[in-house]
């Protein structure tokens, strides 16, 4: 299962984290247009890792109708305090200058989108619809190595809308990058029939099957060398592809399928072909890896 942490929050100006000394910037004077909803939460409190990204993707999802700030008690004891804050995680919402709402305890996510909808109310605004910031945002916490906030937030928005195809596969993605194939495998097979089909649901799909096979990689030194020395060993070359993949060099795994594909298309029932195809689907379609294999895959199939 994913290790759950407070982690980073997304690129821009809508999340934050801010220190004591920033308290009245950033949230008094930085609530008089726009409201600011302020997390105390600490390192070592486990429901606040819980709340930080499911509170995060909600705020996101507000398209900028409202702000957060993150506030570490342990490093901001003099406005926990003043706050009188006496457990954690609690959530304070600011509008110009004043507390209009809060709660304390980790909310599941029907409650937290009702917390901000009465915040961006009371402030005269209105949420916009959608979750396409909120997905972003989960993407690039996946991106830059933040796994587990990354599945904390896709589980979010799925809180909101259960049938999210993007974020069913970034759900399915963050739980192949910590290893958990089984659980991701589970996730998969979860998705409602209606978005099944889905192309992100599918791309999950091929990214789950090349990470099996990425477990029985062989050693890509000794495959290379097999292939140099029988370069007609159909088997020892699909191996090395599939061990180059799993090292993450996807352009050197397309460019020994293909020369397998020249080789011999039908071996193995044209396994060449199928797992190029899988790769091709598991990466991003505008991928140069994707556009130059497929260029080349079609001109030796209409050669």
């Not at 993407?139 to 796994?147: I, R, T, Y």
């Not at 797992?275 to 140069?288: H, V, W």
């Given at each position: 299962?994913?290790e759950?942490?407070?982690?980073?929050?997304?690129?821009?100006?809508?999340?934050?984290?801010?220190?004591?000394?920033?308290?009245?910037?950033?949230?008094?004077?930085?609530?008089?247009?726009?409201?600011?909803?302020?997390?105390?939460?600490?390192?070592?409190?486990?429901?606040?890792?819980?709340?930080?990204?499911?509170?995060?993707?909600?705020?996101?999802?507000?398209?900028?109708?409202?702000k957060?700030?993150k506030?570490?008690v342990?490093?901001?004891?003099?406005?926990?305090?003043?706050m009188?804050?006496?457990?954690?995680?609690?959530?304070?919402?600011?509008?110009?200058?004043?507390?209009?709402?809060?709660?304390?305890?980790?909310?599941?996510?029907?409650?937290?989108?009702?917390?901000?909808?009465?915040?961006?109310?009371?402030?005269?605004?209105?949420?916009?619809?959608?979750?396409?910031?909120?997905i972003?945002?989960?993407?690039?916490?996946?991106?830059?190595?933040?796994v587990?906030?990354?599945a904390?937030?896709?589980?979010?928005?799925?809180?909101?809308?259960?049938?999210?195809?993007?974020?069913?596969?970034?759900?399915?993605?963050?739980?192949?990058?910590?290893?958990?194939l089984?659980?991701?495998?589970?996730?998969?097979n979860?998705?409602?029939?209606?978005?099944?089909?889905?192309?992100?649901?599918?791309?999950?799909?091929?990214?789950?099957?090349?990470?099996?096979?990425?477990?029985?990689?062989?050693?890509?030194?000794?495959?290379?060398?097999?292939?140099?020395a029988?370069?007609?060993?159909?088997?020892?070359?699909?191996?090395l592809?599939?061990?180059?993949?799993?090292?993450?060099?996807?352009?050197?795994?397309?460019?020994?399928?293909?020369?397998?594909?020249?080789?011999?298309?039908?071996?193995?029932?044209?396994?060449?072909?199928?797992?190029?195809?899988?790769?091709?689907?598991?990466?991003?379609?505008?991928?140069?890896?994707?556009?130059?294999?497929?260029?080349?895959?079609?001109?030796?199939?209409?050669?």
């Amino acid at each position: 299962m994913l290790e759950l942490g407070q982690g980073a929050a997304p690129a821009g100006d809508l999340v934050k984290d801010i220190t004591e000394a920033e308290f009245m910037t950033e949230v008094v004077d930085g609530s008089a247009e726009v409201p600011v909803i302020v997390d105390f939460w600490a390192p070592w409190c486990g429901p606040c890792k819980q709340l930080g990204p499911a509170l995060e993707a909600a705020v996101t999802a507000a398209k900028g109708a409202v702000k957060m700030v993150k506030v570490n008690v342990d490093e901001a004891q003099m406005i926990a305090g003043q706050m009188q804050i006496q457990s954690i995680p609690t959530v304070y919402a600011f509008y110009k200058g004043q507390p209009v709402d809060g709660f304390q305890g980790a909310l599941p996510p029907s409650e937290l989108k009702a917390f901000i909808e009465r915040v961006v109310q009371a402030s005269g605004g209105d949420v916009s619809g959608g979750l396409d910031d909120a997905i972003a945002a989960a993407e690039e916490m996946l991106d830059q190595g933040a796994v587990a906030d990354a599945a904390q937030t896709f589980a979010a928005i799925l809180g909101e809308d259960p049938v999210n195809a993007k974020a069913y596969s970034g759900l399915v993605r963050a739980h192949i990058a910590v290893g958990d194939l089984e659980q991701a495998e589970a996730v998969l097979n979860g998705a409602p029939a209606e978005i099944s089909k889905a192309p992100e649901l599918e791309a999950a799909h091929a990214q789950l099957e090349l990470a099996k096979q990425a477990a029985d990689a062989g050693p890509i030194a000794e495959l290379t060398a097999q292939v140099e020395a029988e370069p007609d060993n159909a088997q020892a070359r699909f191996d090395l592809a599939q061990a180059m993949y799993a090292a993450g060099d996807a352009e050197g795994a397309v460019a020994q399928l293909l020369e397998l594909f020249k080789r011999d298309r039908e071996w193995n029932d044209g396994a060449a072909k199928t797992q190029l195809f899988t790769i091709f689907e598991a990466l991003k379609p505008n991928d140069p890896v994707v556009l130059n294999g497929r260029r080349k895959l079609s001109s030796m199939i209409f050669a």
